[in-house]
């Protein structure tokens, strides 16, 4: 084999950062829907941040496992992303392949290079799908638009 996928995609084993997310999703915080959601986000430095997602009595506030992980990586100062892994499924339940929602996708879009950052998503550490962002968010809207 030559250790290239189709695409000239590097072949990583990103079942590290999958645990990672099994292990975020234990914090999940989901009294309502009880639909519990882990994310890992691997940084350019090697860091890796977990969100679990917060749900809320009123509903909206509620927060994605995704934007979790992300928002606590800006806020240490974190500004290089390299991959984020998300499994999901309800509580007591088998995990099921959980694609980031739209809202998650752009708040990557602010950080990561679309067609470099990969996004797991995973039911088991040997059993993913991987997507480059700009797959999941073609023709999209991010910082340089707003650059004069
Ligand atoms: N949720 C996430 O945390 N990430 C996703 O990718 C999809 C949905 C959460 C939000 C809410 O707490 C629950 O799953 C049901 O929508």
């Known amino acids: ?9 590097e072949i990583r ?3 590290f950062l999958i645990r990672e997310a099994l292990k975020a999703r234990e914090a999940a915080y989901t009294p309502y829907s009880h639909f519990k959601v882990g994310a890992a986000l691997l940084c350019g ?5 977990r969100g679990g997602n ?3 009595a009123s509903y909206t506030p509620t927060i994605c496992a995704e934007r ?10 974190k500004r290089e992303f390299e991959a984020i892994a998300v499994c999901g499924g309800p509580e007591g339940g088998e995990l099921q392949y959980c694609a980031p929602c739209g809202v998650c996708r752009q ?4 950080f990561a290079v679309p067609k470099q950052f990969r996004i797991l998503i995973a039911r088991s ?3 993913f799908k991987e997507y480059t962002l700009e797959e999941l968010l073609p023709e999209s809207f991010g ?3 707003l650059k004069q």
Do not use: C, K, L
């Open 13 to 15: 084993d990103w079942s």
């Open 68 to 77: 979790v992980a992300i928002f606590q990586a800006v806020n240490q100062g």
């Open 1 to 9: 084999p030559s250790g290239e996928e189709q695409g000239g995609g």
């Open 143 to 145: 910082p340089d638009n």
């Open 45 to 49: 430095d090697g860091t890796i941040y």
């Open 54 to 56: 917060i749900e809320n």
């Open 107 to 110: 708040v990557m879009r602010e």
């Open 125 to 127: 550490p040997e059993e």
